[in-house]
């Protein structure tokens, strides 16, 4: 039905930056919000950006300042643009769409991404 293909991972020294993208594709009439979490090894997956329908974006405290998401609406498409990585930021990221309603249906769903690897060290 719906699959988010997400690329852009890898591997960067601390203070560098990476470009993750992630876009939606399948039989979609809508999509509410698009956004990135991520989850590192032995922990909980956590929040980390939103782009909302209505265009407002929201930040993990962790990140505000140095991660920046967009979206392009038109193309289901969503960027998390990060820059002066940490080591802390090492994870798997998760690409995350909210509210997807499916052509010919009345219902609304949430859809993962497979994740991609994003590794911060020096």
């Known amino acids: 039905q719906v699959q988010l293909v997400e690329a852009g991972g890898g591997s960067v020294q601390p203070g560098g930056s990476l470009r993750l993208s992630c876009t939606a594709s399948?039989?979609?009439?809508?999509?509410?919000?698009m956004g990135w979490y991520r989850q590192a090894p032995g922990k909980q997956r956590e929040f980390v950006a939103m782009?909302?329908?209505?265009?407002?974006?929201n930040y993990a405290d962790s990140v505000l300042g140095r991660f920046t998401i967009s979206r392009d609406s038109d193309k289901n498409t969503v960027w998390l643009q990060m820059n002066n990585l940490l080591p802390g930021d090492t994870a798997v990221y998760y690409c995350?769409?909210?509210?997807?309603?499916?052509?010919?249906?009345?219902?609304?769903?949430?859809?993962w991404g497979q994740g991609t690897q994003v590794t911060v060290s020096s």
């Open positions: 782009s909302y329908g209505g265009g407002a974006t």
């Open positions: 399948g039989t979609i009439f809508s999509i509410g919000n």
């Open positions: 995350n769409a909210e509210d997807v309603q499916l052509y010919y249906t009345d219902d609304y769903r949430t859809f």
